[in-house]
């Protein structure tokens, strides 16, 4: 069975400009969510969707985040325009329900110069 | 009262020997209590889980013991192996929604 995919794996961008991520959560998982890691930190929820719909957005800066679900498969997550604090991994992740077991991809480095 | 305080925030141990990482919380609404492993470079893998009708749960090396009324929990890696070497989160969940610990660094010495 796939796992989740995530790409890109690395980007290195200057502040102020923009990135998009992508995510590919594994067949039949209908709950996705994208969290950001710090380096030293724990996750954090960004986004959480149902399907197509957003679950849970409470943590998301809006002001400079946006994610969709379109088709309630795959997702991007764009960051614009970026901040030096923005710099961390962006991990996907999903499971087949709203409990049980999370399934993360490799997660997306981000470096903000 | 949605926060998982975990401790300690690094751990040393020597190889064989016996690893103990700790969280407590405060919402007593949390029905499942997972344990994620993290290696560099890599996501979150979901190492054992519990859910508190019982007090222990046991996956070969890995055991959580969870005691309910003190609003507790711990894994114990038994015989700890260079290979046990990463960072560890505990987490609770609650209607749907998953908070984490901070994470423990844990370093088993050949």
């Known amino acids: 069975e796939a796992g989740v995919a995530q790409s890109p794996r690395y980007k290195i961008i200057e502040k102020r400009q923009s990135v998009a991520f992508w995510c590919n959560p594994i067949s039949g998982h209908a709950t996705l969510y994208w969290y950001q890691q710090i380096l030293g930190q724990g996750p954090k929820l960004l986004i959480q969707f149902q399907n197509n719909g957003v679950v849970d957005d409470s943590q998301l800066p809006k002001d400079r985040f946006s994610a969709e679900r379109l088709k309630g498969v795959d997702s991007t997550l764009k960051i614009q325009p970026a901040k030096l604090e923005d710099s961390a991994v962006y991990l996907c992740?999903?499971?087949?329900?709203?409990?049980?077991?999370?399934?993360f991809g490799e997660g997306s480095r981000l470096t903000v110069l | 009262q949605q926060q998982v305080k975990q401790s300690p925030q690094s751990l040393i141990v020597q190889k064989g020997g016996i690893s103990i990482i700790n969280c407590a919380y405060e919402n007593t609404a949390f029905d499942y209590f997972p344990w994620y492993q993290q290696f560099p470079g890599k996501g979150p893998a979901l190492l054992i889980a519990i859910r508190p009708d019982v007090s222990e749960k046991k996956e070969g090396r890995f055991t959580i013991s969870f005691n309910k009324s003190a609003k507790q929990f711990s894994l114990h890696i038994m015989d700890s192996q260079p290979g046990d070497s990463a960072t560890y989160f505990c987490?609770?969940?609650?209607?749907?929604?998953?908070?984490w610990g901070a994470g423990t660094k844990l370093i088993i010495k050949p």
């Open positions: 987490a609770a969940e609650s209607n749907y929604q998953l908070i």
């Open positions: 992740a999903s499971r087949t329900a709203n409990t049980g077991e999370l399934f």
